[in-house]
């Protein structure tokens, strides 16, 4: 993707893939003039507020369990100045530059809707932080959905606290100024917009889709190599049998398994050596497919959010006739829930590859040379990598328990139910980390297998995918160093358009 790409926030909702283009492509974002003038219309009412004394949380109210102190005059601007101060204040490893990215892109689009009341010039700062490349430093530990994350993205625009700025960290107010940049002034409610809202548990989970699809479709791939090393019974797949279930996740993976498969000498000739093949192998439409129903579900979840107005209080009307009402918006059940089950459907991915990687170097029901090396005993061959699967599913395990269950009190029993949406997203990334390099050891073992029986004809796909790995890893003859073999392998996993090149003449 070009650096010169825009994408532009205007009256059409977005989309997943433009906050990805943001975050990990270098995409400038840039609003339309009728999302500008949302903005306007918005910080109008919020003036109209201050100047009219009415009482409204988070303008000229303390935040939380303090809402009814009443402020006013400069207090107002120095409230949104403590407010990222104070709620700056997590903890941990810093996030990565797009993770970061990601939550500036979500939070920009939250405050496009025109229902957040912030001064323009605070939106115009933080795409200021995009399109100049001054990512905050964020810890990644703190959040209970909202506030902490938000705030350390917030302290950046003040010039305060730390950022990933031409490959150092340096201090925020230096990247600033090396980009002609002032440090904003804010004013009322400013603070509280920065907090507020669900872009933190939206934008990570923006991510963690484009990871997801992209993992889907490779769990195919190697799915059917597996399936083909294996000498798999192909009428599994059958469509007719395949039609008897129409979930469309299921009906999509047995359209690939079918392409990748076509064409294969091995299957046709292993036909009827067994009456059906283990779980593992003979159920990939179902597992695989249900995964992608649930990445479907979790997709329109994320994308209306991302596409709401998120923000506690929201304005609504006009400067001569509005409402500012109180409610629950940033609380972000939905993206919490949509983060939790796809952790669930992820890790199954994970889990069913580790039985099928399993099966590929176990010699007593794979028909293969123990471990997949010619020579087993003085070489251990591939008897290891399963393991170190192994341990990633357990992990898996427990990442995939819900976080939106653990709700706990905070701010003086004013918020006592938490979604915990972006632990859930962040748990979720390390999910997807771990099935990549579960599929990747799944890879790397079927093509190993593919050694052993290439005197006959691979599937279409399944041979493609065979050749794309051996211009990377080298065959297995003898034991040798494994671990950057894994690396690689898992390096091409994480590249859409390799996978795009190699499924693009299958159907």
């Not at 972000?332 to 069913?352: C, K, R, T, Y």
């Amino acid at each position: 993707m070009s650096q010169a790409e825009k994408i532009i926030i205007a009256d059409a909702p977005l989309r997943w893939q433009d906050v990805v283009a943001v975050a990990r492509h270098g995409a400038v974002l840039e609003l339309s003039g009728t999302a500008w003038a949302r903005i306007d219309n918005a910080q109008a009412i919020v003036q109209r507020i201050v100047i009219s004394g009415e009482r409204a949380y988070g303008v000229n109210t303390g935040l939380g369990a303090l809402c009814n102190v009443s402020l006013m005059g400069e207090q107002l601007s120095q409230l949104s100045r403590n407010t990222l101060l104070s709620h700056a204040c997590g903890v941990g490893a810093a996030l990565s530059d797009e993770q970061t990215r990601a939550i500036i892109c979500a939070a920009i689009i939250n405050y496009s809707q025109g229902k957040s009341g912030l001064h323009p010039q605070v939106v115009h700062s933080l795409l200021a932080l995009l399109n100049h490349g001054i990512t905050p430093q964020v810890p990644s530990q703190g959040s209970v959905g909202y506030l902490t994350h938000m705030a350390h993205v917030g302290i950046t625009l003040l010039g305060v606290g730390t950022v990933s700025y031409q490959g150092r960290i340096v201090a925020a107010h230096e990247a600033l100024a090396a980009e002609g940049l002032q440090p904003v002034v804010l004013g009322a409610k400013d603070g509280l917009c920065l907090v507020n809202g669900t872009p933190c548990m939206t934008g990570l989970s923006c991510l963690a889709l484009a990871d997801a699809h992209r993992l889907l479709q490779w769990a195919d791939v190697i799915g059917a190599m597996s399936f083909e090393a294996q000498r798999g019974q192909i009428d599994a797949f059958d469509e007719e049998i395949i039609a008897l279930k129409p979930h469309p996740g299921m009906q999509q993976v047995g359209i690939n398994l079918r392409a990748l498969l076509d064409g294969s000498e091995v299957l046709a000739t292993s036909k009827g050596i067994r009456t059906q093949d283990a779980l593992s192998i003979r159920s990939i439409p179902q597992i695989h497919g249900a995964a992608r129903d649930q990445v479907e579900h979790a997709t329109c979840q994320i994308e209306t959010e991302l596409n709401s107005a998120t923000d506690n209080p929201l304005v609504l009307g006009t400067p001569d006739n509005y409402r500012v009402v109180s409610q629950a918006n940033p609380h972000g059940q939905s993206v919490a829930l949509a983060a939790d089950m796809l952790a669930i459907a992820m890790a199954e991915i994970g889990a069913v590859a580790e039985r099928r990687l399993d099966r590929l170097i176990n010699p007593h029901v794979s028909g293969l040379p123990a471990f997949l090396v010619s020579n087993p005993g003085v070489n251990s061959g591939m008897m290891i990598v399963q393991y170190v699967a192994a341990s990633l599913c357990g992990q898996n395990r427990q990442l995939a328990q819900p976080a939106v269950l653990d709700n706990f009190v905070t701010s003086g029993l004013q918020e006592d139910h938490l979604s915990m949406g972006t632990n859930a997203a962040l748990k979720l990334h390390q999910v997807l980390e771990n099935v990549t390099q579960i599929l990747a050891i799944e890879y790397l073992l079927a093509a190993q297998a593919f050694e052993f029986l290439q005197e006959q004809r691979f599937g279409a796909g399944t041979d493609s995918a065979w050749r794309l790995l051996r211009k990377h890893v080298p065959a297995y003859d003898q034991d040798r160093w494994l671990a950057p073999d894994i690396a690689t392998t898992a390096t091409l996993l994480k590249d859409a358009d390799l996978l795009q090149r190699t499924l693009a003449n299958l159907h």
